[in-house]
């Protein structure tokens, strides 16, 4: 009956997350069990580790994927026990193996490389200027292919700020304008009535992104989601903006 509420407080890619799991859930059965179905009584610690196995091993998913999937799966079974549909939580003494996760995001000198490097072709020129003013903004793509001229409103201290819903969480988020990204801004203002800047799919996005790192000579695999990890680490951490701060204008959840 969740899947009435997409839409309402259910986002469509939450719910297909939880669609995966099942699927892997019922693959998983019938790989150790050989069976269709499985009692939730039944369930046990040794049932999640063999889980967390077949989705390493069949699946090929990393740590910090069978983490997620598990993280979800768990989700469930709280509420089952909620429901009184099991007596006790099988995932109760269960702790998720840790994950050693790189950062990766370009550096103040990598940056500047990057804004800097002529490039002749427009379509590589534009997904350029969007790459980095998401750099200087921390918008997500989704974020950046939505934001509007209305979106954009002059705050409290009279400089312009990008004040929009992040799609993700939920969460209302209000980041300042820099210099760099009004700059973008008004290179980009007369391109569309409503919309901010020039949009391409996220995959043809990240695909122009590996050709901007070859003319440029940035030896890292650039992805739309290093942008604003740099806004994190270069842009705000490296100039001594709190974490705190730095989470609020991310539109962290917490």
Not at 46 to 65: A, P, R
Not at 91 to 98: A, I, L, Q
Not at 137 to 147: C, F, S, V
Request: charged share 30%.
């Amino acid at each position: 009956k969740k899947q009435k509420l997409i839409g309402k407080e259910l986002k469509q890619p939450t719910w297909n997350k939880f669609f995966y799991i099942s699927s892997h859930l019922k693959e998983f059965v019938k790989w150790k069990y050989n069976k269709k179905d499985f009692l939730l009584k039944n369930l046990t610690m040794n049932f999640i580790e063999e889980f967390e196995y077949f989705l390493k091993t069949e699946k090929d998913h990393k740590q910090i994927t069978a983490n997620k999937a598990l993280q979800r799966f768990k989700s469930v079974i709280r509420t089952a026990v909620g429901e009184q549909l099991i007596d006790k939580n099988p995932f109760y003494s269960h702790k998720p193996k840790r994950v050693k996760k790189k950062v990766i995001y370009l550096t103040q000198e990598e940056l500047m490389k990057l804004e800097n490097k002529p490039v002749s072709q427009k379509r590589l020129d534009q997904i350029r200027d969007c790459f980095v003013f998401c750099c200087y903004t921390g918008l997500a793509y989704n974020e950046m292919a939505n934001l509007k001229k209305k979106h954009i409103k002059k705050g409290f201290d009279s400089f312009l700020w990008i004040q929009m819903t992040r799609e993700k969480t939920d969460k209302p988020i209000s980041v300042p304008i820099l210099p760099k990204a009004l700059q973008l801004l008004e290179k980009y203002q007369e391109i569309d009535d409503e919309y901010v800047l020039p949009v391409v799919s996220n995959q043809r996005f990240n695909s122009y992104l590996k050709e901007i790192a070859v003319i440029t000579g940035i030896e890292k695999n650039l992805t739309h989601h290093m942008a604003r990890k740099t806004f994190a680490s270069t842009v705000l951490l490296y100039n001594d903006v709190p974490m705190e701060i730095v989470s609020e204008l991310l539109g962290h959840s917490s």
